[in-house]
């Protein structure tokens, strides 16, 4: 298997299309640990879309559609949902078309299609179900897409990205890595399973913190391996893949 990791959002662009097989898509704070809260409370689809007028927009088509999405880490003016995993229930989103808008995490998902036939969401709660589906399916190139921070590393991703990396190499010989590969893994080894530390030194993480309070999301963040869902991109829509 040949592995691939971009670590900042702008490396996807310059990927010719339909380079690698399967992507998995890395926002850990919060786009893909939310989108599977809202896959997990019964969203029906969610949409992932690069800007607010696109967000509008779509829903003019959609009419019954929630818009859920942040920007500054906040709720957008006009939008029903922020970025918090616990405001995705079954209540606010069971059996609803999602618009979804965020900073980084949709534009990586909007980007990522291009370049790669399947594409998988990945966050910490997911990760350990993320790489058996990966093993099992595997893949001869696979893309690890890390959303980023405002077109910058973050290295909750880049974490992620190693935990990914050191799961499938410890099952599938032989795998083909890059610098950004082995740099991800080397970030895992460092802190370990010691997901506090690696957040304490998150820029973002200290940002949804200390700025805004939203301590809750970042315990929620925090759960490695307490779900077994992967959503997939599909035709532009997120969807629950299978349990394992
Ligand atoms: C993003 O997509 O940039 C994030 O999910 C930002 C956030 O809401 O923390």
């Known amino acids: 298997m ?11 662009n310059n990927i010719p299309d339909n380079d ?6 890395i926002d850990v704070l919060r786009a893909t640990t939310t989108l599977l809260y809202a896959i997990d409370a019964g969203a029906s689809k969610i949409i992932p879309v690069s800007t607010i007028d696109e967000a509008f927009a779509l829903a003019e088509k959609y009419d019954t559609a ?10 957008i003016d006009g939008f029903h949902l922020g970025n918090s995993p616990s405001e995705y229930t079954a209540e606010s989103v069971g059996g609803k078309i999602l618009i979804y808008a965020s900073t980084n995490g949709s534009v990586m998902l909007k980007k990522v299609q291009r370049v790669a036939k399947e594409v998988f969401l990945a966050s910490l709660r997911n990760i350990g179900a993320a790489a058996k589906r990966i093993i099992s399916k595997n893949p001869k190139k ?3 897409a890390c959303s980023g921070l405002e077109r ?11 935990i990914l990396i050191d799961k499938i190499s ?16 080397i970030i895992f080894r460092y802190f ?25 999301d970042i315990e929620c963040a ?14 532009g829509e997120i969807i629950e893949d299978y349990v394992i």
């Open 152 to 162: 910058f590393v973050s290295l909750e991703d880049t974490y992620c990205a190693g």
């Open 20 to 25: 690698f097989d399967a992507a998995v898509v």
């Open 192 to 216: 370990g399973y010691n997901v506090d530390k690696m957040f304490r030194e998150s820029v973002h993480a200290r940002y949804l913190g200390n700025e805004l309070g939203l301590w809750d």
């Open 170 to 185: 410890s099952q599938i010989e032989n795998i083909d890595t890059d610098d950004s590969t082995t740099l991800a893994h």
């Open 142 to 144: 696979i893309l690890i």
């Open 2 to 12: 040949i592995i691939r990791t971009t670590l900042a959002p702008l490396s996807v």
């Open 222 to 235: 925090s759960q490695i391996d307490s779900a077994d869902t992967v959503p997939i991109l599909k035709n």
């Open 66 to 75: 929630v818009l859920c999405g942040e920007r500054d880490g906040k709720k």
